[in-house]
């Protein structure tokens, strides 16, 4: 069976290296050989292996009916939503690790995979390595899902683990993570959140069966995460992840991406470095957990090359999976659950005013902070909580805050 791999960065280059290396039983598994005819990039790669196959046009994949299999590993929506489309509509099976892609047209593409009796597969756009999309879709399907939440960005992740455990500047971790191919082409959407957030947009899509947009989901990312936050974090027994988070809540669903410090005793709390995580509830099932690394180019690929071999099994024959256009009733952001970790300037009087805004507080001592005042306010819709910062504001200088779960 012949594929053809689009882009040939850090995840293509993978997907060529884990075919030639596990060849024998890729094969064995996939019942038939898996050959890669066509390298598609604009760049040139020369003395490299794949030299002689790679072109930069991609008429001569799409037209090339010996073709059965594209993967599109270049990221980015365009040409990649074009490129993709037609080979769906030419009843090719497409193979994809782009996150952004799949959070913006996963439903539309999933059915015109239907309608061309082929196959649209993603594993590799969530969770990197981690088998994540294939349980969501085919092992869990006995549960009613109520809240995924996930570590879900291996930069961030990287970042915030050297800058706790090391004191290593933020800059220089994420440089590294650039040098080790975990980042993103503009690493802003790493450490910004949009990343995590196509993410759980994605799961989302798939545990609801029903369109999650991205747009809609609040986003922040690791950027005011200071040393100091970390330094409170650590003395208080919590650390701070950058969560994707989803949660159903009766006809609703909220979600949203921030850093949240959580309890060392939180399940998502020992994921360091790379690693990945994504925690699933569901009614029937209870807690799962799914744990593995989050980005590079061997796990990323692992999952891309586990797609082929699915989509080789699957020629002619459409796996179902449950994903419509129709969107999801989404909470307003403005009314979605929230309590914070907040340190202000020591004042007189603050404390009384704290105490009033936010209707109670449980007060956080750290002796190497004299000059702060730190607390913990109540669960509250995020609306209120607003409100109260703007209040406190008036009265005191808010050094951080940050979300909090007990
Ligand atoms: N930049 C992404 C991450 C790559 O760091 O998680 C994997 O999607």
Redesign the pocket.
């Known amino acids: 069976m012949n594929i053809a791999i689009l882009g040939y960065g850090v995840v293509g280059s993978g997907v060529v290296e884990v075919i030639n290396t596990n060849k024998e039983s890729i094969n064995m598994r996939a019942g038939r050989e898996i050959n890669i005819k066509h390298v598609l990039d604009l760049r040139k790669f020369p003395g490299d292996p794949i030299e002689d196959i790679l072109t930069d046009d991609f008429d001569k994949i799409i037209n090339d009916d010996d073709v059965d299999i594209i993967v599109e590993v270049m990221g980015g929506l365009e040409p990649a939503y074009t490129f993709v489309k037609q080979a769906l509509e030419k009843g090719k099976s497409v193979v994809t690790?782009n996150?952004e892609l799949v959070a913006k047209y996963g439903a539309g593409l999933l059915q015109l995979a239907k309608e061309n009796s082929t196959n649209f597969l993603f594993e590799a756009?969530v969770g990197?390595g981690i088998p994540i999309i294939r349980p969501l879709n085919e092992s869990l399907t006995a549960d009613e899902i109520y809240e995924i939440t996930g570590i879900?960005?291996?930069?961030?992740n990287f970042i915030l683990t050297k800058m706790e455990e090391e004191g290593r500047p933020f800059e220089e971790v994420l440089k590294e993570?650039q040098e080790l191919g975990?980042?993103?082409a503009d690493p802003e959407?790493?450490v910004e959140g949009h990343?995590a957030c196509r993410?759980i947009a994605i799961l989302s899509s798939l545990a609801f069966a029903r369109q999650v947009n991205f747009e809609e989901i609040p986003t922040e990312g690791i950027t005011k995460v200071s040393k100091g936050d970390m330094e409170y974090a650590s003395k208080m027994g919590y650390t701070i992840k950058l969560l994707g988070r989803c949660k159903r809540k009766g006809k609703e669903i909220f979600a949203s991406v921030s850093p949240v410090m959580i309890p060392l005793e939180h399940p998502l709390a020992p994921v360091k470095d790379?690693f990945?995580a994504i925690l699933i509830k569901g009614n029937v099932i209870g807690e799962v957990m799914f744990y593995g690394k989050?980005?590079g180019k061997l796990p990323?690929a692992s999952a891309v090359v586990a797609d082929i071999v699915e989509a080789a099994k699957h020629k002619g024959i459409n796996i179902i999976s449950h994903w419509s256009k129709e969107k999801v009733e989404m909470m307003e952001a403005g009314k979605i659950p929230a309590s914070y970790f907040v340190r202000v300037q020591k004042k007189d009087g603050v404390k009384e005013i704290i105490e009033d805004t936010f209707l109670g507080v449980k007060w956080v001592e750290n002796e190497d902070y004299p000059e702060e005042l730190a607390f913990i306010t109540q669960e509250d819709e995020e609306d209120l909580q607003k409100d109260r910062f703007e209040k406190l504001k008036d009265h005191a200088y808010v050094i951080s805050s940050i979300n909090i779960e007990g």
């Open positions: 690790s996150k756009s990197g879900l960005n291996g930069t961030t993570a975990y980042a993103e959407a790493d990343d993410k790379v990945n989050g980005a990323t």
